[in-house]
């Protein structure tokens, strides 16, 4: 063996990246499993397992093509792969460039980079593209991307007369509407062997053991793709914005696991898709929607990540000071139905779909004024889809507007409201979205008010902050909301409200 080939645990494709021209005569294909990205955080059960149990399945694969591959444990990434070099007598170790910039700048001038094709979009290319433009709009890269990937088009015109559909796709599902079920995947050998290292590791974990969500092979991700193609993409638009109490996944696909980590790449999600659409029976504005999340929000993000730069997780526009709540962790620390809710589907499966994200965790930890690098080392740890380049534009960029309007024009907030009509845990809740002030008022719609009044020069400068800014001149309670909000936030730090 000559050459070595580090394979991140997050670029597990056998056709991209440095694989994609391996040889199994010549090339020693090197996984490393590094000790301080264990040890670094509070990580939730499934997302560790999920990452460690589909390297190491990928990595059998593999051996079964006939190459030589060495699974390490080791302090660093950098570490094992100084080990494989030393122990095999490596000439040089190639990989495709790295996903975050930590692991960018640990490996750089170490191993030969080659180039990373695991989006559909070249970094470079999104960066002359963002270069270019007065605002980093997204809606505009994603009018590009459809022109140049030719998806959806009618020649130079968009399928359909129009770019997007949204306006089609903020329904609630009709009383009685029923779901397809869940898409089971059953545990193999090596999923339960992982599954026990990690309960009796040292690691500092949170969140329930695996149960039959999430599967951790290629095989299982195509079955995942196929079976959204079948059963949920027709009705995928409609209702992909709405929070149901008793259906956790609705019609959204669950594919961002897979994607995220290599075993499925856009291209072939986007092929599906195409092809699945030409029968005739899926709705445009479901399949424009779908699209829109993958070769528009997921290529806008990761070219947003490398964009702004390392430094730009540590924004902090509005000063924000407050530690993480302590109903981030514990759903019992909350009488906030949605909110309990949502960290009690986290804790069980590590997930919730982009909405609750969004408008009930990032709303409020926006409204509540937490500091936005505690919230985004939160998501990291809990999400079994999460990675830097995801969460630093989505948290620091959109969900808490912490960039100050570099990314997004306007703080993504609300009030009760918006939960209430998206969503069905306002009844029966102890809080009443319609109330600003009293032992019943929704925190969320109290501290809406509070956000804005704090804010109010900057809004006031903001065209698109407009409504919100009347809406705070019509309030007549002003004076006791303000003294609530002191109570409330009072109340969510000590995990009683």
Not at 85 to 102: H, M, Q, T, W, Y
Not at 107 to 116: A, D, E, R, S
Not at 479 to 491: A, F, M, N, W, Y
């Amino acid at each position: 063996m000559k050459r070595g080939i580090y394979v991140a645990f997050d670029q597990l494709h056998r056709n991209y990246g440095a694989l994609k021209n391996a040889n199994p005569k010549t090339d020693l294909i090197i996984f490393v499993e590094s000790q301080r990205m264990l040890e670094s955080k509070k990580w939730h059960f499934q997302r560790l397992w999920f990452m460690i149990s589909a390297a190491q399945h990928f990595a059998a694969e593999l051996s079964g093509e006939g190459f030589k591959v060495i699974y390490l444990k080791a302090t660093t990434t950098r570490a094992g792969i100084e080990k494989a070099i030393k122990d095999n007598g490596l000439s040089e170790v190639i990989a495709a460039a790295p996903n975050s910039f930590r692991l960018y700048e640990d490996l750089q001038n170490f191993v030969k980079y080659q180039p990373n094709d695991f989006f559909l979009t070249d970094r470079e290319d999104f960066l002359n593209w963002a270069k270019s433009q007065k605002s980093l709009l997204m809606e505009n890269f994603y009018r590009q991307q459809r022109k140049r990937l030719n998806i959806l088009m009618d020649g130079e015109k968009p399928s359909g007369g129009a770019w997007n559909f949204d306006k089609e796709n903020r329904l609630t599902p009709p009383k009685g509407y029923k779901f397809p079920d869940y898409l089971t995947h059953e545990k193999d050998e090596l999923d339960l062997k992982v599954e026990a290292e990690l309960a009796n590791s040292n690691l500092n974990l949170w969140g329930d053991h695996p149960g039959d969500n999430w599967g951790t092979t290629r095989a299982a991700a195509i079955k995942q793709l196929n079976y959204f193609l079948e059963y949920h993409f027709a009705n995928f638009g409609p209702y992909e914005d709405a929070m149901l109490g008793e259906n956790w996944s609705l019609h959204h696909s669950l594919l961002s696991p897979y994607l995220n980590i290599g075993l499925l790449h856009a291209s072939e999600v986007i092929d599906s898709v195409r092809k699945r659409y030409q029968k005739g029976d899926v709705p445009l504005a479901s399949c424009e929607g779908f699209v829109r999340q993958v070769i528009g929000w997921r290529e806008y993000i990761n070219g947003v990540y490398w964009f702004f730069g390392e430094n730009y997780r540590n924004q902090n526009h509005f000063q924000l000071s407050r530690p993480l709540l302590p109903l981030f962790h514990d759903p019992a620390k909350t009488q906030m139905a949605c909110v309990s809710k949502q960290i009690s589907d986290i804790k069980e499966r590590a997930w919730v779909h982009h909405i609750p994200r969004l408008m009930i965790l990032s709303n409020l930890a926006l409204l509540a004024g937490i500091k936005p690098d505690e919230f985004l080392g939160w998501m990291r740890e809990v999400f079994i889809d999460a990675a830097d380049w995801v969460m630093v534009p989505n948290v620091i960029g959109m969900g808490m507007h912490s960039d100050g309007g570099a990314m997004m024009t306007k703080p993504y907030i609300s009030g009760g409201s918006y939960i209430s009509k998206m969503g069905n845990f306002c009844k029966g809740c102890k809080y009443d979205p319609k109330l600003r002030t009293g032992e019943a008022a929704c925190p969320f719609t109290n501290l809406y008010w509070n956000f804005i009044d704090e804010n109010l020069v900057e809004f006031q400068g903001n065209h698109r902050m407009f409504q919100q800014v009347s809406g705070l001149k019509r309030l007549k309670d002003l004076p006791e909301l303000k003294v609530e909000s002191k109570r409330i936030l009072d109340g969510l730090t000590r995990g009683e409200i």
